[in-house]
C-alpha cells in the first residue's frame, strides 16, 4: 500500500505543478481557499519541507515558541517572496518526495497535497479530476477524529455521501456531493451552497455546544 500511496502523491504533485505552470502572474496573489493564504503563500507552504532541512524547521519552530501553525504561516508569508518559478519547481523536482507531516504518514501526506491542491484550483476555476481511489484516502483520512479535531469540525449526526465516488460515513442527515466537495466541506474550507444536497449541509461544522 505504501508504494501506492506514494504513486498517489507523486500524481497529486505533478497534477499541480502542471497547473502552476498555467497559472498567470497576477494570479499568484489571488486569494485561495486556506484562509488568509493567496496561491503564493500555499505553494510556499506545500513546498517547506522540501526546501528546509529538519533542524532549519527545528529554528523555526523555536521561533514560532513551539506553535506548528504560527511556525507555517511565518515560513509561508516569507517564502512566498521567492520567485515563482523556483516554487513551482519544487513541487515537480520533490513529486516522490516520502515527507510525511508528523503522525500523519503517508495517508496524511496525500491529504495535504491534495486539500492544499484544491485550495488553489478551487479560486482560480481550474478543473480537474481527483482519481477516485485518491480521494476516497483523502475522505477516509478526513472523517478520523484526529484530523476532524484539527480542522476543528463536527460531522456527529451527518451521513456524508459522494455523488462522484464510491464512498460514504456515518449515519444521520445526508450531505452529498462531490467528492471534492466533502473533502474541502470536512477540511473546514467555504463551499458554494448549490454544490451540496442534503439536510446535512446545514448540520455540519464547527464543534457544536
Known amino acids: 500500500m505504501a508504494e501506492e500511496l506514494i504513486e498517489m502523491i507523486a500524481v497529486e504533485r505533478l497534477a499541480l505543478a502542471d497547473v502552476l505552470d498555467g497559472v498567470l502572474v497576477e494570479q499568484w496573489d489571488a486569494p485561495s481557499l486556506c484562509e488568509g493564504w493567496t496561491v503564493r503563500h500555499v505553494v510556499a507552504h506545500l513546498t517547506m519541507a522540501f526546501r528546509l532541512s529538519g533542524p532549519r524547521i527545528g529554528v523555526e519552530m523555536v521561533k514560532a515558541r513551539g506553535s506548528f501553525n504560527r511556525m507555517a504561516d511565518r515560513v509561508a508569508r516569507r517564502d512566498a517572496a521567492m520567485p515563482i518559478a523556483a516554487l513551482a519547481a519544487a513541487v515537480r523536482a520533490n513529486a516522490r518526495n516520502e515527507w510525511c507531516p508528523p503522525g500523519g504518514g503517508l495517508e496524511g501526506a496525500l491529504t495535504h497535497e491534495v486539500v492544499h491542491g484544491l485550495d ?31 480542522f476543528g469540525m463536527d460531522a456527529t449526526g451527518i451521513r456524508l455521501e459522494a455523488e462522484d465516488a464510491d464512498w460514504s460515513h456515518g449515519a444521520g442527515a445526508a450531505l452529498g456531493g462531490r467528492a471534492a466537495d466533502l473533502a474541502l466541506v470536512l477540511s473546514g474550507r467555504p463551499v458554494d451552497p448549490a454544490r451540496l444536497r442534503g439536510a446535512g449541509a446545514a448540520t455540519l461544522g464547527r464543534p457544536r455546544s
Open 120 to 150: 488553489i484550483t478551487g479560486p482560480l476555476a481550474v478543473e480537474r479530476e481527483i482519481p477516485e481511489a485518491t480521494i476516497r484516502v483523502v475522505l477516509d483520512q478526513l472523517v478520523g477524529g484526529r484530523s476532524l479535531k484539527f
